[in-house]
């Protein structure tokens, strides 16, 4: 018993499916549900069952039915098949056209007419009631279409004379249209579709009348600026004749201009947002350029006089140029050798920027002026007497660098070393080692042992200085030296030296200098 009830349920779920199915397609527009318009003509000659029902060019139907109307009228059902279409609005419209010179129609429809976007769809086509004749179907009224006159049969009157055109005329007119005058006003607008659309604009014009007045009271104070350069509106127009002739004439390069401007505008997109990047980047750099502008103003305002001001020094310049002309071109054998000189000296300015570098880095011309003021103290003295030489640097052939020591260069050569041995003996050995350069050294250590400098000239007698290898003696073939002359005694303490001459070398000068002379 439950599986009997459970089959029975299913059957009137089913049932009752295939009637909600059966009603929607009945309230589509018929019990096949597809979409039909019955359209209501003047006049259908020619257009029968089966012809095409196009919409733009397109087919989206077929005609199904051609049948009078109480009202002398034709109703022509339209079945439209395409799924996009099945939409006609109250504001759709009709036409009857020639499909063909054969006589061939086809009816050409608007399911709506065009409107800005965003504007709100008129209402749907109303559907005919059961009852009524066409019942389930979408109700276009005659207002809505179109049946314009067939040029052949116009062709076909044309035949005759024209007294029996206008006779034919006349009758066919009067017999039809007698006592239906209203009839015929209403055919005519309705027959010309420019005369509905007019209909339309001057129904918008007249709800925009006060507008249009403002317009029209507007537009002559916008041209009454023209009409005063009325000339050269005239001459802007023959010159955009002769702009247009000229583009004409390169309507292929146009053409071509054509094709690559949307690929231009996607292009620009970017572009723009770029220089909108750029424009945003370089605001500050303007922004210092307006705070800079006066100054730049002015000095483009003092450049007259300055470059009239600089015209007599570049005149001045080219006679310099002539004149020094052909003196630099002199110059060039001695660039030549500047450049010679340049590449030799390049390892040596190297070495020495390297030195002098190392010097500064490491404080080695510090540390040079340091030996040398350290130095002068350490080797110079002063007392009641004045100045007095501690020590002497002796520049001998021992100073050179030596792998092997040389026996002249020995220190016990130099200085006693031997036991017993005094400081004086040493001194006077080392001496007779130097030569004469060391009688110097011999009388300052007299001195600085308690003698006076003429006793100390007196017990190391001899020149004090020897002359260069491979000079000639002096011209009196005595000593360049003359001896001290003591003022006062040799007890004074003070001895004045008279010097050699200048070429005899700075021997001289140092002693007097010692000796505080």
Known sequence: MGGARSVAAVAVLVAVGTLVAVLLATSAGGSTGSYEVRAIFDDAANIIPGE???????????????TPTPQARAAVVLNISNEGFKDFRADASCTIRPQALIGEKFVDCLPTQPRVAGTPLPPALRKIPKGHEGAGQMLLPVQNTHSPVDVDLLGDISRLPERQRFTIILNELGAGLAGRGSDLHTVIRRANPALQELDKVLAILASENKVLARLAVDSDKALQPFAAVRSNVADFIQQANTVAQASARQRGALARNLQLFPQFLRELGPSMERLAALADQTTPAFDDLKVAAPGIDKAFTSLPAFS?????????????????????????????????????????????SELLTSLRSSGGLERILDFIFLGAGAANGYDQLGHFLRSEAVGTACLTYATRTAPACSSSKIFNTTPGGSAETASAHAASVSGATSVTMARTLAVLKGATPAEAIAKYPGPATVPASGASPSPSGGEPTPTAKPVGGASAGTTYYTPSAESSGADGMLLNYLLGN
């Open 308 to 352: 009239n001001s600089s015209t007599k020094f570049f005149t001045s310049l080219g006679s310099t140029a002539k004149v020094s002309g052909p003196a630099l071109k002199s110059l060039q054998p001695l660039l030549g050798r500047l450049a010679a000189l340049g590449k030799e000296a390049k390892p040596f300015a190297f070495n020495a």
């Open 52 to 66: 095409n029902v196009k919409i733009g060019g397109v087919k989206v139907g077929t005609v199904g039915s051609v």
